[in-house]
């Protein structure tokens, strides 16, 4: 159980395009779905959190008209990388979080801009 | 105080022996520590987890060692295998933050065969 999915697993697309990137807990109804980004060799940084229902909530420096984050549904969350540039390539990655205290990620997402 | 130190980089170890990851972290209202493995190009996997009521949980060749008073805890691989050879991270979340997980920077393990 407690299996997240993410499409597509990768995306290049040309610069000042936007790409969405979709979030889903397949067996489980995510009340709380997280949005990270991740550099080769670093730790997940926590872009946002989303709430069934309700704005996304963004971490300091995450631009939100850039990232544009909607959970729809308690079993779906989306990015979307408005007007993308090549500084916005990385591995993004979601994770979903049900009545406990679990976190689940998903496999991720490999964006590139060109 | 939101930090979650974690120690050391990288460890390199020979098959069959034991590693150990260490974290550390401030904010005594973290009521949560999780452990995740990541291999290249993959998201987290969620490990194994513990709650601060107790000082230790195994789960097959991993456990976890908690140290509330220090503020510390640990993991320990038993008979590491190569497939071990991955990224692991420990996490602390509480309830006062929507559960966002604070991470720690990273352990790259090797287990060479």
């Known amino acids: 159980g407690a299996v997240v999915s993410q499409h597509p697993s990768r995306v290049i697309c040309k610069s000042g395009t936007s790409v969405k990137i979709e979030c889903r807990s397949l067996?489980?109804?995510?009340?709380?779905m997280f949005w990270y980004r991740q550099f080769p060799k670093q730790s997940l940084m926590l872009m946002a959190t989303?709430?069934?229902?309700?704005?996304?909530?963004?971490e300091q420096g995450v631009e939100k008209d850039k990232f544009l984050i909607n959970h729809a549904s308690l079993t779906l969350s989306t990015l979307t990388v408005t007007s993308a540039h090549p500084e916005d390539s990385s591995f993004y990655i979601c994770?979903?979080?049900?009545?406990?205290?679990?976190?689940?990620f998903g496999p991720g997402t490999r964006l590139t801009v060109t | 105080q939101q930090q979650v130190k974690q120690s050391p980089q990288s460890l390199i170890v020979q098959k069959g022996g034991i590693s150990i990851i260490n974290c550390a972290y401030e904010?005594?209202?973290?009521?949560?520590f999780p452990w995740y493995q990541q291999f290249p190009g993959k998201g987290p996997a969620l490990l194994i987890a513990?709650?601060?009521?107790?000082s230790e949980k195994k789960e097959g060749r991993f456990t976890i060692s908690f140290n509330k008073s220090a503020k510390q805890f640990s993991l320990h691989i038993m008979d590491s295998q190569p497939g071990d050879s991955a990224t692991y991270f420990c996490?602390?979340?509480?309830?006062?933050?929507?559960?966002?997980?604070?991470f720690g920077s990273g352990t790259q393990l090797t287990v060479l065969p």
């Open positions: 994770s979903a979080s049900g009545k406990k205290y679990e976190q689940y």
């Open positions: 989303s709430n069934e229902g309700s704005k996304a909530t963004y």
């Open positions: 513990i709650r601060p009521d107790v």
């Open positions: 904010n005594t209202a973290f009521d949560y």
């Open positions: 067996d489980f109804q995510a009340t709380t």
């Open positions: 996490a602390a979340s509480w309830a006062g933050s929507a559960r966002q997980l604070t």
